[in-house]
């Protein structure tokens, strides 16, 4: 065996595997068949091993593969017979005569039958059983000779037992295998249902089983009729299984003991288990013959139906086919006058011709077009014959004196269809004429009336000319120059004949940028234009826009360009860019410029660079504009943006961000206390004396400082962190420098946290009044209280007037809360007695409202407390903010019948002018003189004055802040009018304050 087959033997795993099983069901069949259902003469009443291996030949279709099953069956023919206890030579000799008998049997049926072999037809089941006869006939044969050298002589009988129990093998068992195995790839021939499968098995089965335990002659003819009813109701398949399950009971019931011994004379050459054997082949004939038949008409009914139906499928898409030919011929039919009628009225002269150039069709507006010549336009007509006729009529101005040449291109045009061209009639109408050939040779013809497109086309070749803007006609290939206007001569300074020998990149620097569809360059006109610059014939350049169209000129591709010199303009937007970015005044980086920066420096921190923002504030700015003017203002600005730039290196940035508010951007830093240093120097400097307008100046500056990465590496966070710091500078002492600090970003933070609390608690009421008695110090009885406003912070506890006010007044409501305030005031104040008055203290924010008159009315309406038991306590320095509006208010407020108190006396700017000037009734001595009257002279004295002043001016005093019994009896001395303080009462709820008031006594110094 050559080495490719010995390849293909060994690397068959799966049919090797396959092979093996056949080999081991061989195996365990024959030495069952060997060693149970031995006869008188010691041979097996059926032999179904050459059956299976026999249809695994016929279903393993490759050579190898069966190789392989012939000779692993042979070893394992060889195992079982050794296992039957028979001699080394019989064993291998009948081994031997049963592998010859199945090779036989499929050369045979090789000769006789195409492969694959299918048991499906009534010639195959013949050619099968002429094979398998001829194959058992020659290894019964063979066994005989071999037994006659091994065993003792043969006789018929035993030569009859061999061949009717190997043919009983073949004909039962392979069709019933082969089958099995092909049922799984072709469709079943029968109709029945699964019960009647199982209804008809089971009555063979039980009529097979009487047969064999009851063995009378007359029953055996009980399985036919149950065989015949498989055949014709279940087909080939059923009917093999069948046989197959009738030669099992038998062989079964031979190994059981069972003889079947019908009644039949006793013949010396047959015994009874031959023609047991004979009858099942003689029944597995006939009715394998007959169920191979129904089947056969079967199928023929079934190839006969799907004919007939395929033949009506026919005829049907047939009709189909007619009825779709008819439809397309009448839509072909309307599609032809749809089109006659179509090509009528279209705007253009359209003409058919044929291959040879004859008139086929054309329409009305053809027919129009040459009138002129309308006789020779007929189906047939040469179109030659027609130009000729119409040159004879003079119908086309071009040809006049060159008739000839004019006809030799009309008819080369004619034969050979380019480019579109132009034909001008005899009555002034002009024609561009497209034609195109036909697959079939033929010839569409087009005329499109473009009389007012030349008729534009003058006109603007005028406008051309005549335009103010320089205009070039260039060539789209190499853009060589074509045509100019006289504006591009005389603002180029190049004439005309210079410019035919140029190209636009001569004077143009840069290339066109034409739109680009799918890949490809196209012309489309655009808004857009195109910056470029261009060179003058003097050498000087100058910027333009250009803008381009598409055109045609003189029959080619070209553009048109129009440019717009633009040199002034862009000069006045460079400025004007500079200026958007740059401090009018002193020409530094303004806040815009210095945001893009920042932007750059912070994403460099990220990145592990080091970098500082400083924020410059002159301290007494003011000053000098209010002293020495606006002008002198400008200057002193103006060196100090010089002196702050020469201070820096050049890759740092100095910023003037208005007013006298400076920003220094310092990047690459080397060390921490760098920009601490720069910052200190940068102070330094700006002290140095200024020489403005013959005086010296000193001007000083308070620097605050942020850095990244170490604050933040957000430009607009580390701008607010550095502002944050310069406010922490200029509050602790001007002129001098602070680096920010997480403790400063704390207390804005906690500020902004607190004035929305002040917001919140405003608009939801949050606030509550307490009350301070004031008492009469010659009777010591009550005669009013004050209204001080307090906040049960959730955070801070009970917190003051001092915590919040200027945190409202900031915030923009204090007049809102003053509103409230004095509302629930008067409200409160009705619930006292009658001669008891309640005071309120305002602030400048609300004196300087338009609507406080209108507040204070609002709340003595609503109410309903009569004005003189009301008290408005304003301070002075809050009066000479604006002492014209201060008197103006509260005069009203005064007619009205409120009474004016002036707060907190002496520690203002205390003026016998404001005293005189507005209408106050009533002087509040502040406490820090009360607290001194004990060990203070200067503090009587004061005092004395205080009063003195008051008397002659008709007013009443109040003492504040009272704490002992020797400040009460020095002011009691002194002659004050009213006293108020812990010593009498502290201040306390309404409920509180209500009840002293109409009993009429002074609480005790722990009193709420």
């Keep these: 065996m050559s080495s490719p087959w010995r390849s293909v033997y060994t690397s068959d795993r799966k049919g090797l595997a396959?092979?093996?099983?056949?080999?081991?069901?061989?195996?365990?069949?024959?030495?069952?068949?060997?060693?149970?259902?031995?006869?008188?003469?010691?041979?097996?009443?059926?032999?179904?091993?050459?059956?299976?291996?026999?249809?695994?030949?016929?279903?393993?279709?490759?050579?190898?593969?069966?190789?392989?099953?012939?000779?692993?069956?042979?070893?394992?023919?060889?195992?079982?017979?050794?296992?039957?206890?028979?001699?080394?030579?019989?064993?291998?000799?009948?081994?031997?005569?049963n592998t010859l008998e199945v090779y036989t049997g499929l050369a045979l049926l090789k000769l006789q039958e195409k492969e694959p072999f299918a048991f499906r037809s009534v010639r195959f089941l013949g050619s099968f059983a002429i094979a398998s006869v001829t194959g058992a006939l020659l290894s019964s044969t063979v066994a005989a000779l071999i037994a006659s050298l091994t065993l003792a002589a043969p006789s018929w009988s035993t030569f009859g037992s061999w061949f009717f129990a190997d043919l009983l093998g073949l004909l039962t068992v392979t069709p019933a295998v082969v089958r099995l195995c092909q049922s799984r790839h072709v469709r079943p021939s029968t109709s029945a249902a699964a019960w009647e499968s199982y209804a008809l098995f089971t009555a063979l089965a039980l009529a097979t089983f009487v047969v064999v335990v009851l063995p009378q002659a007359t029953l055996g003819f009980i399985v036919l009729p149950i065989l015949v009813m498989i055949a014709y109701r279940l087909g080939p398949d059923?009917?093999?299984?069948?046989?197959?399950?009738?030669?099992?009971?038998?062989?079964?019931?031979?190994?059981?003991?069972?003889?079947?011994?019908?009644?039949?004379?006793?013949?010396?050459?047959?015994?009874?288990?031959?023609?047991?054997?004979?009858?099942?082949?003689?029944?597995?004939?006939?009715?394998?013959?007959?169920?191979?038949?129904?089947?056969?008409?079967?199928?023929?009914?079934?190839?006969?139906?799907?004919?007939?139906?395929?033949?009506?499928?026919?005829?049907?898409?047939?009709?189909?086919?007619?009825?779709?030919?008819?439809?397309?011929?009448?839509?072909?039919?309307?599609a032809h006058n749809r089109l006659k009628e179509a090509i009528d009225i279209l705007p253009e002269g359209i003409v058919i011709l044929d291959a040879d150039n004859r008139y086929v069709a054309w329409n009305e507006r053809y027919a129009q077009i040459y009138h002129r010549a309308l006789d020779t336009i007929v189906v047939g007509g040469s179109l030659e014959d027609a130009v000729r006729v119409g040159l004879e009529r003079q119908m086309y101005p071009q040809a006049f004196g060159r008739e000839q040449a004019w006809l030799a291109e009309r008819l080369k045009n004619l034969n050979t269809p380019a480019a579109p061209h132009e034909q001008l009639l005899d009555n002034g109408r002009c024609y561009l004429i497209e034609e195109c050939r036909t697959s079939e040779g033929g010839l569409i013809s087009l005329r499109i009336d473009i009389t007012e497109l030349k008729q534009r086309e003058a006109s603007i070749r005028l406008l051309f000319e005549n335009n103010p803007l320089p205009m070039f006609v260039v060539g789209r290939d190499k853009y060589a120059i074509l045509a100019v206007n006289n504006a591009a001569v005389a603002h180029y300074g190049y004439t005309r004949k210079d410019f035919s020998l140029m190209s636009l990149r001569d004077i143009q620097k840069g290339e066109l940028v034409l739109p680009r569809e799918h890949g490809i360059q196209h012309i489309t006109p655009t808004d857009e234009a195109q910056l470029f610059k261009h060179y003058r014939r003097d050498g000087r350049s100058i910027e333009v826009e250009v803008y381009v169209r598409p055109l045609i000129h003189e029959g080619q591709d070209a553009l048109l360009i129009a440019a717009i010199d633009v040199t002034e303009r862009r000069k006045a937007d460079r400025k004007a860019a500079y200026m958007a970015r740059h401090d009018p005044l002193t020409s530094l980086p303004n806040r815009h410029l210095l945001a893009e920066r920042m932007q750059l420096a912070t994403a460099r921190a990220k990145r592990g660079e080091r970098m500082a923002l400083l924020l410059l504030d002159l301290d007494n700015f003011k000053l000098v504009n209010d002293t020495l003017g606006h002008a002198a203002g400008d200057e002193l600005l103006q060196t100090v943006a010089d002196r702050l730039t020469s201070a820096v290196r050049e890759t740092d940035t100095v910023a003037r961000l208005g007013g006298d508010e400076f920003a220094v951007l310092v990047v690459d830093l080397d060390q921490d206390g760098s920009a601490l240093r720069l910052a200190q120097r940068l102070i330094s400097i700006i002290n140095e004396p200024i020489r403005i307008r013959s005086k010296n100046v000193t001007c000083s500056g308070s620097i605050g400082i942020a850095m990244a990465p170490d604050h933040s590496c957000d430009p607009d966070e580390l701008f607010r962190l550095a502002d944050l710091a310069l406010y922490a500078a200029k509050e602790e002492q001007r002129g001098t420098v602070r680096l920010f600090e997480p403790e400063l970003d704390a207390k804005v933070r906690a500020r902004t946290l607190l004035e929305g609390e002040v917001r919140e608690a405003i608009l939801s009421n949050d606030f509550e009044l307490h009350y301070q008695p004031i008492f009469c110090l010659k009777t010591m009885k009550p005669v009013g209280a004050e209204a001080l406003l307090r906040w049960r912070h959730p955070r801070l506890g009970l917190a003051s007037p001092a915590d919040f006010i200027p945190i409202a007044e900031e915030i923009g409501m204090i007049a809102e809360l003053g509103a409230k305030v004095l509302r629930q005031a008067c409200i409160e104040a009705m619930s006292w007695p009658d001669d008891t008055s309640v005071s309120v203290n305002v602030s400048a924010i609300e004196l300087e409202a338009e609507s406080f008159v209108d507040t204070v009315k609002a709340a003595l309406a609503e109410s309903g407390l009569p004005s003189h038991r009301l008290t408005i306590e304003v301070t002075e320095s809050m009066i000479m903010k604006d002492l014209q509006h201060s008197r103006n208010v509260l005069g009203q407020i005064c007619d009205l019948g409120v009474e004016i108190a002036m707060d907190d006396f002496g520690t203002g700017y205390s003026s016998l002018s404001?005293?005189?000037?507005?209408?106050?009734?009533?002087?509040?001595?502040?406490?820090?003189?009360?607290?001194?009257?004990?060990?203070?002279?200067?503090?009587?004295?004061?005092?004395?004055?205080?009063?003195?002043?008051?008397?002659?001016?008709?007013?009443?005093?109040?003492?504040?802040?009272?704490?002992?019994?020797?400040?009460?009896?020095?002011?009691?001395?002194?002659?004050?009018?009213?006293?108020?303080?812990?010593?009498?009462?502290?201040?306390?709820?309404?409920?509180?304050?209500?009840?002293?008031?109409?009993?009429?006594?002074?609480?005790?110094?722990d009193a709420a």
């Design 238 to 334: 059923a009917t093999s299984t069948a046989i197959l399950v009738i030669s099992a009971i038998f062989l079964a019931g031979t190994a059981a003991g069972f003889h079947y011994a019908p009644d039949a004379p006793n013949q010396a050459w047959l015994t009874d288990i031959q023609i047991m054997q004979l009858r099942i082949l003689t029944v597995f004939i006939i009715v394998m013959l007959l169920a191979e038949v129904i089947d056969t008409q079967a199928r023929l009914r079934e190839r006969l139906s799907a004919e007939i139906a395929l033949r009506d499928q026919l005829n049907e898409h047939l009709k189909a086919q007619e009825q779709a030919i008819s439809v397309k011929k009448a839509e072909l039919e309307k």
């Design 914 to 1005: 404001s005293l005189t000037n507005v209408p106050f009734q009533k002087i509040k001595i502040d406490r820090s003189f009360v607290r001194d009257l004990a060990v203070s002279m200067e503090a009587r004295a004061i005092l004395a004055t205080i009063v003195d002043l008051a008397r002659t001016l008709g007013m009443r005093t109040t003492a504040e802040g009272v704490e002992t019994t020797e400040q009460l009896e020095i002011v009691k001395e002194y002659g004050c009018t009213l006293v108020q303080g812990f010593l009498l009462n502290r201040p306390g709820p309404a409920d509180v304050i209500r009840k002293i008031l109409h009993d009429g006594i002074a609480g005790q110094r």
């Design 18 to 97: 396959k092979a093996l099983a056949v080999a081991v069901a061989f195996g365990t069949v024959a030495y069952l068949s060997a060693e149970f259902t031995k006869d008188a003469d010691g041979i097996a009443t059926l032999w179904p091993a050459n059956g299976i291996t026999y249809a695994a030949l016929i279903i393993a279709r490759r050579p190898w593969r069966r190789h392989q099953i012939l000779a692993l069956s042979f070893l394992a023919n060889v195992l079982a017979n050794y296992l039957a206890h028979r001699g080394l030579a019989a064993n291998i000799g009948f081994a031997a005569s």
